[in-house]
């Protein structure tokens, strides 16, 4: 029985094969990769043995097979994916450049997602926590009202919901995404921003006011503040805790966060101290750096505790 829920877009990521090549040059592409922030997420979470199901659509296309034949293999519940014979799996094509930066080109606005529904209760029986991306809330509206709706049903059901704003330009449309992703905040249990994303939602240009106004806010419990190659600072109502990143070889960033917020969830889940909950999400954030793909990373029960044995920086 999954008790870690997400829904949300999946895509597949068609990847430049080498970096600072721009996307209006003819040059080659890698892929396809099973992606979507979501499905990044959920399958981290199964990979570390904890029940995991996502509510999402794909095409009835090698594309969607791609997706489900993964998400599937390392133990997903996929009973909430819709597979549309009507409209084509969502793909994200991928550049990087040597500054670190990544520009994206998404098709993504009218694939299957945008037809799925918020599932019935029976299909969430067990959940304790739910899990939403803003990306998921930004590129279809309709999409994020059924997100909205899920999120309250979960809630009902007695399942801490969780946040990880992931904004991107690319993906900003309606304004009624906006007010979406204010309401989903007031469900908020676990907020895990970047830097930006906080003061942007938070609206203040300065992050020791930003922490103070999300805090204030009467359902968080726990903000897993992500500062990039500066590790990540968790607040609580009791306690603040600093964590450093670990020492690797980054070879693709695509999908770090997400690998890093499944592996903060399953520590909560198991019922782990803040800190060991952290050092979890921080190594499987690293391990998904180290292989090229988003969600290639060899992420695993083993190689997390092994990490976790080496000193952060």
Same mark, same amino acid.
Request: proline share 4%; hydrophobic share 40%; with cysteine.
């Given at each position: 029985?999954?008790?870690?829920?997400?829904?949300?877009?999946?895509?597949?990521?068609?990847?430049?094969?080498?970096?600072?090549?721009?996307l209006?040059?003819?040059?080659?592409f890698?892929?396809?990769?099973?992606?979507?922030?979501?499905?990044i997420?959920?399958?981290?979470?199964?990979?570390?043995?904890?029940?995991?199901?996502?509510?999402?659509?794909?095409?009835?296309?090698?594309?969607?097979?791609?997706?489900?034949?993964?998400?599937?293999?390392?133990?997903?519940?996929?009973?909430?994916?819709?597979?549309?014979?009507?409209?084509?799996?969502?793909?994200?094509?991928?550049?990087?450049?040597?500054?670190?930066?990544?520009?994206?080109?998404?098709?993504?606005?009218?694939?299957?997602?945008?037809?799925?529904?918020?599932?019935?209760?029976?299909?969430?029986?067990?959940?304790?926590?739910?899990?939403?991306?803003?990306?998921?809330?930004?590129?279809?509206?309709?999409?994020?009202?059924?997100?909205?709706?899920?999120?309250?049903?979960?809630?009902?059901?007695?399942?801490?919901?969780?946040?990880?704003?992931?904004?991107?330009?690319?993906?900003?449309?309606?304004?009624?995404?906006?007010?979406?992703?204010?309401e989903?905040?007031?469900?908020?249990?676990?907020?895990?921003?970047? #830097?930006?994303?906080? /003061?942007?939602?938070?609206?203040?240009?300065d992050? &020791?006011? =930003?922490? +103070?106004?999300?805090?204030? $806010?009467?359902?968080?419990?726990?903000?897993?503040l992500?500062?990039?190659?500066?590790?990540?600072?968790?607040?609580?109502?009791?306690?603040?805790?600093?964590?450093?990143?670990?020492?690797?070889?980054?070879?693709?960033?695509?999908?770090?966060?997400?690998?890093?917020?499944?592996?903060?969830?399953?520590?909560?889940?198991?019922?782990?101290?803040?800190? #060991?909950t952290?050092? /979890?999400?921080?190594?499987?954030?690293?391990?998904? &750096?180290? =292989?090229? +793909?988003?969600?290639?990373? $060899?992420?695993?029960?083993?190689?997390?505790?092994?990490?976790?044995?080496?000193?952060?920086?």
């Amino acid at each position: 029985m999954a008790e870690i829920w997400t829904m949300g877009e999946m895509i597949v990521e068609i990847m430049r094969v080498s970096e600072n090549t721009p996307l209006d040059k003819a040059d080659y592409f890698k892929g396809p990769f099973p992606s979507g922030a979501p499905a990044i997420f959920i399958d981290t979470v199964a990979r570390l043995g904890c029940g995991a199901g996502i509510i999402g659509g794909v095409g009835n296309d090698d594309f969607g097979k791609c997706l489900l034949d993964r998400l599937k293999t390392d133990g997903v519940d996929t009973g909430g994916v819709l597979v549309s014979r009507s409209a084509s799996t969502g793909c994200a094509f991928v550049t990087y450049f040597d500054d670190g930066s990544r520009k994206f080109i998404f098709h993504i606005g009218n694939t299957p997602a945008a037809e799925a529904k918020a599932p019935k209760k029976d299909i969430l029986e067990g959940v304790k926590y739910f899990h939403v991306m803003g990306c998921s809330l930004s590129s279809n509206l309709q999409f994020a009202e059924e997100i909205l709706r899920t999120v309250k049903i979960a809630k009902e059901m007695g399942a801490r919901i969780s946040f990880d704003p992931n904004l991107r330009p690319e993906l900003m449309g309606d304004e009624r995404a906006a007010e979406i992703i204010e309401e989903i905040l007031d469900y908020t249990s676990i907020f895990l921003p970047g #830097e930006e994303e906080l /003061m942007m939602l938070m609206k203040t240009n300065d992050i &020791t006011e =930003a922490v +103070g106004t999300c805090m204030r $806010k009467r359902n968080i419990e726990i903000l897993a503040l992500k500062k990039g190659s500066r590790g990540c600072t968790v607040y609580t109502r009791e306690k603040v805790v600093e964590a450093g990143v670990y020492k690797i070889t980054p070879v693709d960033a695509t999908g770090a966060g997400d690998s890093f917020d499944g592996a903060f969830l399953c520590g909560l889940l198991e019922g782990k101290s803040i800190e #060991e909950t952290v050092r /979890m999400a921080a190594a499987a954030g690293a391990l998904n &750096t180290a =292989a090229f +793909g988003p969600m290639e990373g $060899k992420i695993s029960k083993e190689n997390i505790y092994k990490m976790m044995k080496e000193e952060t920086v």
